[in-house]
T-cell receptor, first 111, second 115 residues
Framework: GQQVMQIPQYQHVQEGEDFTTYCNSS?????IQWYKQRPGGHPVFLIQ???SGEVKKQKRLTFQFGEAKKNSSLHITATQTTDVGTYFC???????????WGAGTKLIIKP | NAGVTQTPKFRILKIGQSMTLQCAQD?????MYWYRQDPGMGLKLIYY???????DKGEVPNGYNVSRSTTEDFPLRLELAAPSQTSVYFC??????????????FGNGTRLTVT
């Protein structure tokens, strides 16, 4: 079946270092969405990418959608403590009303 | 606007008990979803609804039931609770299917422990 793989599972960084998470789908996606979940919280929508090769920026966050629309990445420049949480990608399953979710990448700031 | 409201926030059940997790949204969204999230894992879809009176199974429906009598409410019923149902349950809603041009809005979640 259709799968969305997300790596790495965890990333430990010093505050001020960069962070990247990657998302790979087994099939072409019509769009990909990114959500952030703070510890103990619920997922909150960050952005949606629709076009092949699309790049969008939100302050220190850069989102990319691959040319083949099968992969995506989220890059955070100069991480801050407010960036702590788990970042999920999600894409629609063909022919129905479901999203399939990556397992998430947990961003941990080293003390 | 309250958005998506879930109750209760926490619950402990004994094996074999039943309960209903409540979910209500005030955004007039047609699409509603129930997910479960096990520790350190992503979201698994339990059931979803495309409108009042219409529900369908997601990836992990066994042991659960839903109903959608109104646009606003989408309760999730657990019958004969089992330890494997220990999880955090999230209800979500969206204006369009799969969130295209309309992201999913999540409730704060229900943390359920079955012992």
């Amino acid at each position: 079946g259709q799968q969305v793989m997300q790596i790495p599972q965890y990333q430990h960084v010093q505050e001020g270092e960069d962070f990247t998470t990657y998302c790979n789908s087994s099939t072409t996606l019509s769009n990909i969405q990114w959500y952030k979940q703070r510890p103990g919280g619920h997922p909150v929508f960050l952005i949606q990418l629709v076009k092949s090769g699309e790049v969008k920026k939100q302050k220190r966050l850069t989102f990319q959608f691959g040319e083949a629309k099968k992969n995506s990445s989220l890059h955070i420049t100069a991480t801050q403590t407010t960036d702590v949480g788990t970042y999920f990608c999600a894409g629609p399953v063909d022919s129905n009303y479901q999203l399939i979710w990556g397992a998430g990448t947990k961003l941990i700031i080293k003390p | 606007n309250a958005g998506v409201t879930q109750t209760p926030k926490f619950r402990i059940l004994k094996i074999g008990q039943s309960m209903t997790l409540q979910c209500a949204q005030d955004m007039n969204h047609n699409y509603m979803y129930w997910y479960r999230q096990d520790p350190g894992m992503g979201l698994k879809l339990i059931y979803y609804s495309v409108g009042a009176g219409i529900t369908d199974k997601g990836e992990v429906p066994n042991g659960y039931n839903v109903s959608r009598s109104t646009t606003e409410d989408f309760p999730l019923r657990l019958e004969l609770a089992a330890p494997s149902q220990t999880s955090v349950y999230f209800c979500a809603s969206s204006y369009s299917p799969t969130g295209l041009n309309s992201p999913l809005h999540f409730g704060n979640g229900t943390r359920l422990t079955v012992t």
